[in-house]
């Protein structure tokens, strides 16, 4: 869930399904997913994930409490979003093809923000009112049940779907593939239903696919359009990443908990500790890595890096580059490390920023609230262009693995 209005030179990564035929191997099924710049205005990348936290965290509060109206999931209207992942839904029978965002961090589905919606054969409306407030983008509706298909014949029946009557945020999309935690749904119906079973939930209860699960995998490019990606149901691909793939659980600690939430430690080189033990999320809809802002403080001492006002980023010379070490994220016992070149925005594509052409940014900030608040990290899309993810809602984990673009040079 990614949206903003006025934030960034609606820089689109957009990890759009092909029209390539759904490929299915025993039980996952996977859709080629393609990563795409789209470049026009400016925009400050740090301005636009805090925006988004602070959604996060106010969904949670809200959810935690019990006085949760109208779901507020993120704060960042899709035409200042960095990076977003598009799917091609088909809706109805016969379908109607929505562009639908694909969201770790919500798990409501809903289209009509851009083309509108056609009842068909397949249709029926309930009697539910639907509302979701992503900060300052939001939607309205009405619920209904309808045939769903993703990609080329893969079809899902009876699913819950939300037609916006009234929809802000979302300028050149259709509305929302939400792959997140059942959850999320909790309060989004006038009617006090517990849940909405999301798309990967009725897969599997559907018999589509035998495991509960989501894989996400991506590679870092400097291109402004590239078929890399991967959005895998029910399994893994294990062409797409390296060794074994190692789970942590969700994490216990609130507000990280009501989302995919893991606990981790950072260090930056051989020994010096940026982030003890504390719990933060993994998310496709957050552009950077972003730590809490004592984390934060500790990392610019040990990498010398100032702030840039126009990108919102760290600036480093290219001595300082030179110099910048590894960080260390430790997870339940493995250690993922992000490299020097990893760690820094692609070069060839600063001037989409607003940055200098030669210029080193880093990819690594400021969350904007201490440590100590049950969600103090991210790791982010620039995280998770390294190693491949997998969000296993049967065993309530979360999956990582090293790929071949863990230690590559692209940047």
């Known amino acids: 869930m990614t949206y903003s209005s006025a934030l960034l030179l609606t820089l689109a990564f957009t990890l759009a399904v092909s029209a390539n035929p759904v490929v299915i191997r025993d039980s996952p099924i996977t859709l080629p997913i393609t990563k795409r710049l789209n470049a026009n205005g400016t925009f400050n990348l740090l301005e636009r994930d805090q925006a988004r936290v602070k959604g996060l965290k106010q969904f949670a509060r809200q959810k935690i409490s019990g006085t949760l109206v109208d779901a507020v999931v993120a704060s960042v209207p899709v035409t200042n979003q960095a990076v977003d992942y598009v799917a091609n839904v088909g809706v109805g029978t016969p379908p109607t093809t929505f562009s639908l965002l694909v969201d770790t961090g919500s798990s409501n589905t809903w289209v009509g923000a851009g083309k509108a919606f056609r009842s068909t054969s397949s249709t029926s409306q309930t009697s539910d009112r639907v509302s979701v407030t992503y900060g300052s983008g939001s939607f309205s509706g009405n619920e209904f049940i309808d045939t769903v298909t993703l990609g080329s014949g893969l079809t899902i029946t009876k699913q819950s779907i939300g037609v916006a009557t009234r929809s802000t945020g979302f300028d ?43 894989a996400v995998s991506f590679a870092p490019t400097s291109s402004e359009s590239i078929t890399n990606g991967e959005l895998t149901f029910g399994g893994t691909d294990s062409s797409k990443f390296t060794g074994s793939i190692h789970f942590a659980p969700i994490t216990s600690t609130s507000p990280a908990s009501e989302f995919w939430g893991i606990d981790q430690t950072i260090r930056y080189g051989a020994s010096t500790s940026i982030q003890s033990l504390t719990a933060g999320i993994v998310d496709t809809g957050t552009t950077l890595v972003l730590i809490a802002s004592d984390s934060f403080r500790r990392y610019t001492t040990a ?25 260390f994220f430790t997870v339940n016992g493995v250690t993922f490390e992000l490299t020097a070149n990893a760690q820094i925005w692609p070069r060839a594509l600063n001037t989409a920023i607003g940055g200098n052409a030669n210029s080193v940014y880093l990819i690594v900030n400021d969350i904007g609230t201490p440590s100590g608040e049950g969600l103090d990290f991210i790791n982010g899309m620039t995280f998770l262009e390294r190693f491949y993810s997998v969000f296993d809602t049967a065993n309530q984990r979360v999956g990582l693995a090293t790929t071949s673009a863990t230690t590559a040079t692209p940047n």
């Open 303 to 327: 990498t010398g890096g100032v702030n840039d006002r126009t990108t919102g980023l760290l600036r480093l010379t290219t001595a300082q580059f030179a110099n910048l070490q590894s960080l």
């Open 172 to 214: 050149g999309v259709d509305g929302i593939l939400g792959i997140g935690p059942v959850d999320l749904t909790v309060g989004t119906l006038t009617n006090a239903r517990a849940t909405i079973p999301t798309v990967t939930d009725n897969l599997f209860s559907q018999g589509i696919i035998t495991s509960n699960l989501v």
